[in-house]
């Protein structure tokens, strides 16, 4: 555990000690000290709204990736078992990815107003593209022999789908779970921040709006917390996951 914990001891001493000297230089007007700001996090820590906007915000961020999740199994799975169908589909995934969260931000504001649909829509948007990638890469990898050899035993597309395609597919889906898991609440805090009247990202716009500097620090604390959360325990759990299926694979070959 303690392996573990240095590298994350140690990042947060250094970011503590540059912090500081910077508060020093250009003084606690810009850049509060952390012995402004953390007085400031703990009045946050005992307000129960504070818990409801930490809620409320991973709770959307989990449905825009439910959401991204499900699409691109429905749509991945059979776009990496058909290379037509894949090719028909390519043109648009390429075009929701090289979109960038604001411009679907915007259009929802346009289209329904503030509210959740706009970090929901927008984390749907930036985290469906690199799950489609994934799953129908990852069926593109599946020994196409077994699916002959199913096909040729007339195994039902049930226990196809089960025995074959999904183990298969398990490594890049993985990976790909990683990469949204760290983008998901970023992306749901920016789009709260730009659309929406709660949530993290309305909280951090409010501070900025009444140049209230130390609670702005402690929201950006709490994203960060947020962010090391995530890694240590679902993110890095994942890439080993990952890791681990790849090798079994490897090793079965």
């Not at 503590?16 to 020093?24: G, P, Y």
């Not at 820590?45 to 906007?53: C, H, M, S």
């Not at 730009?194 to 949530?199: A, I, Y």
């Not at 929201?219 to 960060?224: D, G, N, S």
């Amino acid at each position: 555990m303690i392996k573990v914990l240095t590298p994350y001891l140690f990042s947060m001493s250094l970011i503590f000690a540059v912090w500081t000297a910077a508060s020093l230089w250009t003084g606690p007007i810009l850049i509060p000290t952390p012995w402004r700001v953390f007085p400031a996090l703990g009045g946050l820590l005992q307000d129960v709204e504070f818990w409801g906007t930490i809620g409320l915000t991973l709770a959307r961020g989990a449905c825009g990736l439910v959401m991204a999740l499900t699409a691109a199994l429905i749509l991945g799975i059979p776009a990496g078992l058909s290379p037509g169908f894949i090719r028909l589909l390519g043109p648009l995934v390429a075009a929701l990815q090289s979109c960038p969260p604001v411009l679907w931000i915007s259009l929802v504001l346009v289209w329904v107003g503030t509210g959740s649909a706009v970090p929901v829509v927008a984390v749907f948007a930036s985290i469906f593209p690199i799950l489609f990638i994934n799953i129908s890469q990852g069926c593109l990898s599946i020994d196409r022999r077994l699916l002959t050899m199913a096909s040729l035993y007339k195994v039902s597309a049930a226990r196809k789908l089960t025995h074959i395609i999904l183990p298969g597919v398990t490594p890049a889906l993985l990976a790909g779970l990683s990469y949204a898991l760290s983008a998901t609440w970023k992306v749901a805090a920016v789009a709260e921040y730009l659309g929406s009247g709660e949530g993290i990202g309305a909280r951090i716009y409010w501070a900025y709006r009444m140049l209230d500097i130390p609670d702005l620090f402690a929201w950006a604390l709490v994203l960060a917390g947020i962010g090391v959360g995530l890694e240590m325990s679902l993110v890095a759990r994942l890439r080993n996951l990952a890791a681990r299926f790849r090798t079994t694979t490897r090793e079965s070959a």
